[in-house]
């Protein structure tokens, strides 16, 4: 089978690699049928990120059919049709009963995290309860939309995590809410805010293209102004500051302006990967600020009630991709969101049903 390897910084390529095979009675081979670059696929692209030459994709967002399933599974069946999702969790332990199934008790740390979805057929482990099967029979699957599609996908990752933001910050009806980050996520913290009632919803982003779906998806007002120039522009439009703070990039200036926009006793949710580590949690005392946030519970919001939305045509988060790409020309695609040049990129594989 084909499957994206990670060479350098800046180089991605397409290689024949052995099928994987069942290793364990839980896990389960599905066949690729759409996957994607993630906006945190970037740091490794971008800049190393101390990713091992010649490597795994961390390509970790996928929707395909199962092929093989273990001995211990009773939750799919071959020729289903499932959104892979990043996580792995349970089902069972204190966290995944809590809802918090990105930070699984039992499959800790990587374990609980994908890689090398980038490829033509992918082994997912921990499977019985992480999966999430997309409702129909194997002959109905041709049917859905290249739009419908656009929008199973996101549940694998972007459109889950945008709403942990917002679960994680306790938006409620009415709230005044700040997004920081324009990507994929962002945009589904958008549609997250929304959904949960936010009475103005405030982007932060500095490209036309992301200004115009934001608002297309839900956001009131968007923001180009960074620093003290971007906390003083959203005190204004709101009148004071924001009663919540999504946090979608994973930078210290990020969270940073997060912590900036909100008023005395806010919440900020952040979901951006962090690529720091001296943010001290004494500095928010004075602001009585509550902080939340994480890995995304991918299965329990999928489950619950995200992809009924996405299949009622409630919400549309497949709009955040842009472009689309085979799996040969997957380098094009990372090239393509590092440059700016789409928003996210959905990598398309051949004689997919």
């Given at each position: 089978?084909?499957?994206?390897?990670?060479e350098k910084?800046?180089?991605?390529?397409?290689q024949?690699?052995?099928?994987?095979?069942?290793?364990?009675?839980?896990?389960?081979?599905?066949?690729?049928v759409?996957?994607?670059?993630?906006?945190?696929?970037?740091?490794?692209?971008?800049?190393?990120?101390?990713?091992?030459?010649?490597?795994?994709?961390?390509?970790?967002e996928?929707?395909?059919?199962?092929?093989?399933?273990?001995?211990?599974?009773?939750?799919?069946?071959?020729?289903?049709?499932?959104?892979?999702?990043?996580?792995?969790?349970?089902?069972?332990?204190?966290?995944?009963r809590?809802?918090?199934?990105?930070?699984?008790?039992?499959?800790l740390?990587?374990?609980?995290w994908?890689?090398?979805?980038?490829?033509?057929?992918?082994?997912?482990?921990?499977?019985?309860?992480?999966?999430?099967?997309?409702?129909?029979?194997?002959?109905?699957?041709?049917?859905y939309?290249?739009?419908?599609?656009?929008?199973?996908?996101?549940?694998?990752?972007?459109?889950?995590?945008?709403?942990?933001?917002?679960?994680?910050?306790?938006?409620?009806?009415?709230?005044?809410?700040?997004?920081?980050?324009?990507?994929?996520?962002?945009?589904?913290a958008?549609?997250?805010?929304?959904?949960?009632g936010?009475s103005?919803?405030?982007?932060?982003?500095?490209?036309?293209?992301?200004?115009?779906?934001?608002?297309e998806?839900?956001?009131?007002?968007?923001?180009?102004?960074?620093?003290?120039?971007?906390i003083?522009?959203?005190?204004?439009?709101?009148?004071?500051?924001?009663?919540?703070?999504?946090?979608?990039?994973?930078?210290?200036?990020?969270?940073?302006?997060?912590?900036?926009?909100?008023?005395?006793?806010g919440?900020?949710?952040f979901?951006?990967?962090?690529?720091?580590?001296?943010?001290?949690?004494?500095?928010?005392?004075?602001?009585?600020?509550?902080?939340?946030?994480?890995?995304?519970?991918?299965t329990?919001?999928?489950?619950?009630f995200?992809?009924k939305?996405?299949?009622?045509?409630?919400?549309?988060?497949?709009?955040?991709?842009?472009?689309?790409?085979d799996?040969?020309?997957?380098?094009?695609?990372?090239?393509?969101?590092?440059?700016?040049k789409?928003?996210k990129?959905?990598?398309?594989?051949?004689?997919?049903?």
């Open positions: 089978m084909k499957t994206t390897i990670f910084a800046g180089l991605v390529t397409v024949e690699v052995e099928k994987p095979k069942l290793q364990a009675e839980d896990d389960v081979i599905i066949k690729v759409r996957a994607c670059v993630c906006g945190s696929d970037l740091w490794s692209y971008g800049h190393g990120d101390n990713k091992e030459a010649h490597s795994e994709n961390t390509g970790h996928a929707i395909g059919i199962v092929q093989e399933i273990g001995s211990a599974i009773t939750t799919v069946k071959p020729g289903d049709f499932v959104i892979a999702p990043f996580t792995h969790g349970c089902g069972e332990c204190d966290a995944c809590s809802g918090f199934d990105g930070t699984c008790d039992r499959h740390g990587g374990s609980n994908s890689n090398g979805f980038q490829s033509e057929y992918i082994r997912f482990h921990y499977a019985n309860w992480a999966l999430i099967k997309i409702p129909g029979q194997p002959s109905d699957y041709s049917d939309t290249e739009g419908m599609l656009k929008s199973l996908l996101t549940l694998a990752d972007v459109m889950p995590t945008g709403y942990h933001a917002a679960r994680c910050a306790n938006v409620q009806r009415g709230d005044k809410v700040v997004v920081i980050g324009d990507g994929a996520v962002g945009q589904c958008v549609i997250a805010a929304k959904m949960q936010a103005q919803i405030i982007l932060m982003s500095r490209h036309a293209d992301r200004q115009k779906l934001a608002l998806l839900g956001a009131t007002d968007v923001i180009a102004e960074r620093g003290e120039e971007g003083e522009k959203v005190r204004e439009i709101l009148g004071g500051g924001a009663d919540a703070a999504l946090e979608c990039v994973g930078t210290e200036s990020a969270i940073d302006q997060a912590l900036g926009v909100l008023h005395n006793g919440r900020v949710g979901v951006g990967v962090p690529h720091y580590n001296n943010r001290p949690l004494g500095s928010t005392f004075a602001q009585n600020i509550s902080i939340a946030g994480g890995s995304a519970s991918v329990t919001y999928d489950k619950q995200l992809l939305e996405v299949l009622d045509g409630n919400i549309n988060p497949g709009r955040v991709f842009t472009q689309t790409y799996l040969e020309n997957v380098n094009q695609a990372y090239q393509d969101m590092q440059d700016r789409t928003i990129s959905m990598i398309s594989m051949s004689n997919s049903f």
